[in-house]
T-cell receptor
C-alpha cells in the first residue's frame, strides 16, 4: 500500500530565506508525486508534479521539488520565501497513470516571518 | 476558463438526515474526484467519476455515494449523516489529456452535522 509522510507539522522561515518542506513516500511501484498548496478557506492549488525524467521539477510561484529515489523523498523548495507563501502544503502520490485517486500526506503549515 | 465550482459552500444538517453536494468541473474536464478533509484524518479520497462511470473508490462506507451527469457535473450524497461526517468536502476535476493528470480543486463545501 502506498503512503506519504510529511514529518513536520509546522515550518517557520524568515522572509527571503530558502525554504524546504519535506515529503517521503512509500510505494511498491513507480510513484507519481504531487505538491499542492491550500490557502485559508480555499481549495487546493496544484504546484508541481513528478512523473519521470529529470529529478528536479519546477512548478508554480517559483517552487521546485527534487525527486530522490534512493531516499524515497520529494522535498519542496524555494530559494527565497515570501510572506505570501504562508499556507498549508500537501504532498501526494498516485500509483496509477490516468487515475485521480491521490493519497495525501498530513500537510505542513508553512509560516514565513516578515 | 472558470474554475471548479461547488454548491453549497456551507451546510448544516442534523444526524440521520441526508445531504447532496454538487460540483461543476472546469469546462472540458471529464474526470471528477471527491475528497473529504478533516482535522483528524486529513485528506481522504472518496471516489472518482469519468464519463458518468465510477472509476475509483476510496475506503468509505456505502452511505457515501456519487454520480456524474452527461455534462460532467457531479453530485455526492451522504445518507444517514453521523457527527463524524462533519468535514470539508472537496471536488477536483482533471483533463482527459495526458497520462498523469493534475487535479484542479474547488473551494469545497463545509458540512456541519449536529
Amino acid at each position: 500500500a502506498q503512503s506519504v509522510a510529511q514529518p513536520e507539522d509546522q515550518v517557520n522561515v524568515a522572509e527571503g530565506n530558502p525554504l524546504t518542506v519535506k515529503c517521503t513516500y512509500s510505494v511498491s511501484g513507480n510513484p507519481y508525486l504531487f505538491w499542492y498548496v491550500q490557502y485559508p478557506n480555499r481549495g487546493l492549488q496544484f504546484l508541481l508534479k513528478y512523473i519521470t525524467g529529470d529529478n528536479l521539477v519546477k512548478g508554480s510561484y517559483g517552487f521546485e521539488a527534487e525527486f530522490n529515489k534512493s531516499q524515497t523523498s520529494f522535498h519542496l523548495k524555494k530559494p527565497s520565501a515570501l510572506v505570501s507563501d504562508s499556507a498549508l502544503y500537501f504532498c501526494a502520490v498516485s500509483l496509477q497513470t490516468g487515475a485521480n485517486n491521490l493519497f495525501f500526506g498530513t500537510g505542513t503549515r508553512l509560516t514565513v516571518i516578515p | 476558463k472558470a474554475g471548479v465550482t461547488q454548491t453549497p459552500r456551507y451546510l448544516i444538517k442534523t444526524r440521520g438526515q441526508q445531504v447532496t453536494l454538487s460540483c461543476s468541473p472546469i469546462s472540458g474536464h471529464r474526470s471528477v474526484s471527491w475528497y473529504q478533509q478533516t482535522p483528524g484524518q486529513g485528506l481522504q479520497f472518496l471516489f472518482e467519476y469519468f464519463s458518468e462511470t465510477q472509476r475509483n473508490k476510496g475506503n468509505f462506507p456505502g452511505r457515501f455515494s456519487g454520480r456524474q451527469f452527461s455534462n460532467s457535473r457531479s453530485e455526492m450524497n451522504v445518507s444517514t449523516l453521523e457527527l463524524g461526517d462533519s468535514a470539508l468536502y472537496l471536488c477536483a476535476s482533471s483533463s482527459s489529456s495526458g497520462w498523469v493528470y493534475e487535479q484542479y480543486f474547488g473551494p469545497g463545501t463545509r458540512l456541519t452535522v449536529t
